[in-house]
């Protein structure tokens, strides 16, 4: 069972950044697609950003230029850079992964999830 541990949350100010890790509990990212989800306070979890296991990767449309995914294989960790970070940006973030080289926008075809890390934007 792949196990995923998300770090780096916490309480920011607007125009900060953060960046947000995920562990993996075993060597899978080489052969796993991994994205991030988030979900703000009231609202349907959303799709932030993914990358496949050839390293190509994708950002949602309005995080495009301020969100940036990436990963470190060798040491099993999946990283999200959040740059001029706004209110609108708070949220539990969550990291996924998928037994699949492809990547997916869909929740659903995430098997495993880590426990999310808090992320708060304040003015």
């Known amino acids: 069972q792949v196990q995923l541990v998300e770090s780096g949350g916490g309480s920011v100010q607007t125009g900060g950044s953060l960046r947000l890790s995920c562990r993996a509990s075993e060597n899978i990212l080489g052969n796993y697609s991994m994205a991030w989800f988030r979900q703000a306070p009231g609202k349907f979890r959303e799709f932030v950003a993914r990358?496949?296991?050839?390293?190509?990767?994708d950002v949602r449309l309005s995080l495009k230029g301020r969100f940036t995914i990436s990963r470190d294989n060798a040491n099993n960790f999946l990283y999200l850079q959040m740059e001029r970070l706004t209110l609108e940006d708070t949220a539990v973030y969550y990291c996924?992964?998928?037994?699949?080289?492809?990547?997916?926008?869909?929740?659903?075809?995430?098997?495993?999830w880590g426990q999310g890390t808090q992320v708060t934007v304040s003015s």
């Open positions: 996924a992964a998928r037994p699949d080289i492809f990547s997916s926008y869909y929740e659903n075809d995430y098997p495993f």
């Open positions: 990358i496949n296991g050839l390293r190509s990767t």
